[in-house]
């Protein structure tokens, strides 16, 4: 069995800190390199082929195999190919100036020929003969005018207005009576009197009639109230 370990007494100096060791890298390979550079560049320098030569050697070529200068062909000199350039540039300009004053010359002559033919058809129109006078045509018979103290009503014929009287405004007081709350307990005296007048405007309100003057018994005022009443057969 371990026993515990005795307490240590205080250390009264400085604390301790951690060293730092630092171990020099091994160059001894990289400064060879280094000489052996220096030594071939200062062999070089002091060859022919030094700096003064440009640092290159002289190395000559060697020749083409037999037999592959008769595959090759010589090429034209740039003055000559440039010549025969001009001449196909120029040879296909002419070309073109000739195809576009072709075209100019037919273009002028189909204008020409137009022009031609209509001046032919006018002087063929000045020299037809003159049509011949037909006989007057008869003068309408003109037709009846109203006499002026009769004015023609704007509403149509049949139009009934307040101030009117007679058998027609009996039956329109008769047919308002048959819709409801519109001519209630209303007289059938047969004369277009104020309280006619302002049963047909609500008539027409109600139903939705715009084709008649407020108040006025119409056409479209007619029309749509004998379409909700039958007539009378008593």
Known sequence: MSTPSEPRQPHDGPALEPIRVLRPRRTDALAELMREYREQTASASSAPGGPDSGGYESVALPGPPPGSEALTQELPPVARARREGRAVRSGSGLRRAAVAVAVVAAAVIGFGGALLLRGGEKTEDNAAPAPRPTASAPTPTPTPTPP???????????????????????????????????????????????????????????????????????????????????????
């Open 148 to 234: 002026a103290g009769a004015p023609a009503d704007p509403d149509g014929p049949g139009t009934l207005r307040e101030g009117a009287s007679g058998p027609e405004v009996t039956e329109l007081q008769e047919r308002l009576l048959r819709i409801p709350d519109v001519y209630r307990d209303g007289s059938t005296s047969g004369s277009y009197d104020p309280t006619l007048t302002a049963a047909v405007a609500r008539f027409q309100l109600w139903y939705g009639i715009r084709g008649d003057e407020t108040g006025v018994y119409g056409n479209d005022t007619r029309t749509a109230l004998e379409s909700r009443t039958a007539p009378n057969t008593t």
